[in-house]
């Protein structure tokens, strides 16, 4: 797809063994979009085409083989001089998978444990076939690193999330004198808040520019590229490219957003099918997600569907739900349910403006009481955010809404309680 301006400082990536120039740093899945490379994988047993479609490391449209190293998100690698991208277990090509023959011949389905079941030598063949057709990467190239022992430190106050959440108490904690560390699994801080582009960026700015401030003044450390991968009694295990390590906060603060929301509809797992949210983080590294956009925007949804359908040239914003996605290798068109009926609209880009769910795993991990809603399980904090003693939640997954005063309101709030 286009670039609204060509790479400041471009070097080149491989996917395949075909060139493509990317912007030393942006996520690679952003090069191979700009580079209209829409199909990047291909979904386990029927190997059905994918493409990105959330940009946040939460699906597998962009999997691939990345120097070697297989079932890497190539949205969470930042692009760099000659890095190999692979397409992973596919017969013939990226675009020209010969094992999607699967899907033709069982279109209702199939349960590969019962092929050949009792068969007497069969069912070894069936078991080879079915880890082929599901799609295990290979062993990465070369010998395997030596693994390096877990380190074990304690910090004053850890905050888990980057976005606007995370940002917001960590700057109401530096204010009242704590040393804050903030970990983020992104290539960078700031979340949807930075992902937004236009007017619906301008509410956000202060944060932004606050944040920046205090990271260049050493006010507030953050880690891109650093998972929490769990909870533990009172430890974090951490994990970055440097190993793991386990970390003991005399605060915790989780701030882990939202999921982007799906949509059940016919071809929903198109490639150029996508998030709203997705879209605008592509616009934010000046990448637009189509050249014929057609943004939906679900009810109870937003800010990330108006914001796509004013900065994309020429994109059809239409409030409703999508009934039909067509296509076979990409999207095509699609059918949208809106107020006066179903809407049939041309489109190579569908962008999807759902109500998001609430991030709530890492919280229930520290123990905290889940309540079910219409947008999924939502946090349930006591007062000033707290989950139990010295832990905290903030932000969507405990249904603060997506805005910037209610957001700094709730910040406050955490700050005091502390």
């Not at 291909?42 to 085409?49: D, N």
């Not at 386990?246 to 915790?252: D, I, N, P, S, Y």
């Not at 999921?259 to 637009?288: C, I, K, Q, T, W």
């Not at 955010?385 to 997506?402: H, K, L, M, N, S």
């Amino acid at each position: 797809m286009p670039r609204l301006a060509p790479p400041r400082h471009p070097v080149t990536i491989l996917l395949d063994g075909e060139a493509v120039v990317a912007e030393r740093g942006e996520p690679a899945a952003v090069a191979l979009v700009a580079a209209g490379h829409r199909t990047l994988a291909r979904s386990p047993k029927f190997h059905r085409p994918r493409g990105p479609a959330c940009l946040r490391g939460a699906c597998d449209g962009c999997l691939a083989r990345v120097d070697g190293v297989p079932d890497v998100m190539t949205c969470r690698v930042p692009a760099a001089e000659g890095m190999r991208i692979e397409t992973q277990n596919v017969v013939g090509s990226r675009d020209t998978d010969l094992l999607r023959l699967t899907d033709w011949f069982f279109p209702e389905g199939m349960n590969h444990h019962e092929l050949l079941a009792g068969v007497p030598g069969a069912s070894r063949v069936m078991q080879g076939l079915a880890r082929r057709v599901a799609g295990l990467g290979k062993l990465p190239d070369g010998r395997p690193a030596s693994p390096a022992p877990a380190r074990r430190r304690a910090v004053d106050a850890l905050v888990v999330g980057a976005g606007p959440a995370g940002m917001a108490v960590a700057l109401a904690l530096v204010d009242r004198g704590r040393r804050v560390e903030v970990v983020d699994d992104d290539l960078t801080w700031g979340g949807a808040a930075r992902a937004l582009v236009g007017r619906a960026r301008r509410g956000w700015e202060p944060l932004l520019e606050a944040m920046h401030r205090a990271m260049s003044t050493s006010r507030v450390t953050v880690r891109p590229l650093t998972t929490a991968a769990g909870i533990y009694g009172d430890d974090v295990l951490v994990v970055d490219g440097a190993g793991v390590e386990v970390v003991t906060a005399k605060t915790l603060v989780l701030a882990p957003g939202a999921h982007d929301g799906v949509l059940a509809f016919e071809g929903n797992d198109l490639p150029g099918v996508m998030s709203a949210r997705a879209a605008a983080r592509l616009l934010s590294y000046g990448v637009l997600a189509g050249e014929r956009v057609v943004v939906a925007v679900a009810p109870g949804a937003g800010p990330f569907g108006e914001a796509c359908g004013e900065a994309c040239p020429g994109a059809t914003l239409v409030r409703g739900a999508p009934v039909r996605a067509s296509g076979s290798a990409r999207v095509r068109g699609v059918s949208i349910a809106g107020p006066e009926g179903e809407v049939r609209l041309p489109c190579d880009a569908l962008l999807v403006d759902a109500p998001r769910a609430p991030a709530y795993e890492i919280c229930a991990q520290a123990g905290a009481e889940l309540v079910h809603e219409a947008a999924g399980f939502r946090v349930r904090t006591g007062a000033g955010g707290r989950i139990r003693d010295g832990v905290f939640a903030a932000g969507e997954a405990v249904g603060t809404p997506f805005d910037p005063a209610e957001i700094a309101r709730e910040a406050r709030a955490i700050a005091e309680a502390m």
